[in-house]
């Protein structure tokens, strides 16, 4: 086959399985409970009451809903088709795994853009904000498919309930949400929690969010894209490994 046509139909792929995901899975509960309204409620329930600057907790909280609603897709996609019985069918078209976990990616990326988009601009309109535009867009693209494809990831336990692979899911997006810089700022971490911050992707995200909306910066932000490119490669090679092992389990 040409190289081509060989590229074509790859990237034909990506966009038949992202289609089929966002027809599919966008309006799930799940997905809404966990993905929208439980870092809502996160949110409220860490600033009512207490004494926070919004307009320094808001790049935070910007980086934490596109964490929440990136990440919410992925883990449910392959446990409902396995449920459901589609996954085999799926498995049996031209596509390549690598093909279906960056078509699950892709549906992930784009759900957390258009929710994070909404959130954004509610900030932009209540608060005071000197924007840079291109870094913002540029973290929010490499942010939203970083956090899709460890989604992804956390999918490629063989099981058909998707209870089992939120509850695992959460085991690991819960401290990674704790260790970053979101609820206390990154200049006021010392000791182990300052070295645990830079094993999260969100730490870096939030960082590049401070910069584009406050000016501020404690990571250079070339450390901060590497960082993020760093962490979404090593998610999709983990998502490609463990698809690939449990290609057939849970059937």
Not at 52 to 63: N, Y
Not at 68 to 96: C, D
Request: proline fraction near 5%; aromatic fraction near 16%; include cysteine.
């Amino acid at each position: 086959m040409p190289l081509r046509n060989f590229n074509r139909q790859f990237f034909r792929g990506i966009a038949v399985v992202t289609e089929k995901n966002i027809r599919l899975y966008y309006t799930k509960p799940p997905v809404i409970i966990f993905g929208f309204l439980f870092p809502l409620f996160m949110f409220l329930a860490f600033y009512l009451g207490k004494e926070v600057d919004f307009h320094v907790f808001f790049p935070g909280l910007l980086a934490m809903f596109l964490f929440f609603i990136a990440s919410s897709v992925g883990p449910l996609i392959t446990p409902w088709e396995k449920q459901a019985g589609t996954y085999e069918r799926l498995l049996s078209f031209p596509v390549s795994i690598t093909t279906i976990i960056l078509g699950d990616s892709a549906a992930g990326m784009i759900f957390g853009i258009m929710i994070n988009v909404v959130v954004l601009a509610v900030g932009l309109i209540t608060l005071n904000y000197c924007l840079n535009i291109m870094i913002l867009c540029l973290g929010m693209l490499l942010g939203a498919f970083c956090f899709s494809s460890l989604g992804v990831a956390l999918a490629s336990p063989s099981v058909q309930n998707p209870s089992y692979v939120m509850m695992f899911s959460s085991l690991i997006r819960f401290p990674l949400i704790f260790i970053s810089g979101i609820f206390i700022p990154l200049e006021d971490l010392h000791g182990l929690g300052r070295i645990l911050c830079y094993f999260s992707p969100i730490t870096y995200l939030v960082d590049i969010f401070n910069f584009s909306l406050r000016g501020q910066s404690n990571i250079a932000l070339i450390v901060d894209f590497a960082a993020l490119f760093i962490f979404s490669l090593t998610f999709v090679y983990l998502a490609n490994r463990s698809h690939k092992r449990n290609l057939m389990r849970g059937l």
